[in-house]
């Protein structure tokens, strides 16, 4: 029988609820028995594959790029989770929300910057940088989400639980193993 395919990503995140599901210890020789995880952090790909299963996406939707990535494993993927309080809510990252964008940058690129002797002055960059949303938006105002799991970070547990109710074709009732932060 063909393994299912698992890919995982983290756009505004701070890679806590990656290492929580690097926590779920022997519990992923279970999940990888039955899976293969085809793209993320801990695999190779340089592009979300088609036909994914299960998408796992940390982080709050924050710039261009994340939303191009939200966009395209949506598309790519039948089911997919929310992972984490920052892809579930906002979190953290949605504490800018309430600062225009561009003064934003200022204060971290700018005001905030040590001006060095012979260095160019500090200035907000514009390459290689993702244009920032004028808001960070939880997972699901971007896209489609199928099963939000919170926690900051989740609970192995849970994360555990999710997975292997979805290899095996079931929709995961978390119940009493939900919380927030
Ligand atoms: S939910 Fe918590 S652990 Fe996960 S990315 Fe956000 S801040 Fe980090």
């Not at 995140?13 to 993320?40: P, Q, R, T, Y």
């Not at 996406?57 to 191009?68: F, T």
């Not at 997972?139 to 994360?159: E, Q, Y």
């Not at 639980?161 to 929709?171: A, H, N, P, T």
């Amino acid at each position: 029988m063909d393994k299912a395919k698992i890919g995982t990503c983290w756009l505004d995140g701070c890679s806590g609820c990656h290492m929580s599901l690097l926590d779920l210890d022997e519990g992923i020789v279970a999940v990888l028995e039955k899976a293969d995880i085809v793209f993320g952090p801990l695999v190779d790909a340089q592009e979300w594959p088609e036909g994914v299963d299960v998408a796992v996406i940390e982080g709050a939707v924050s710039s261009q790029d994340d939303l191009k990535l939200a966009k395209i494993a949506r598309v790519r993927s039948k089911v997919v989770v929310a992972l984490g309080d920052c892809a579930v809510t906002g979190n953290v990252p949605s504490m800018r929300n309430g600062i225009p964008t561009r003064k934003l940058l200022e204060r971290v690129y700018v005001e905030g910057a040590t001006e060095r002797p012979g260095t160019e002055r500090p200035g907000v960059p514009t390459d290689g940088v993702p244009a920032l949303l004028k808001q960070a938006q939880p997972l699901h105002s971007a896209i489609k989400v199928d099963v939000h799991v919170p926690g900051c970070p989740p609970k192995p547990s849970a994360i555990l639980f999710v997975l292997s109710e979805l290899l095996e074709g079931r929709e995961p009732d978390l119940g009493s193993k939900l919380r927030f932060g």
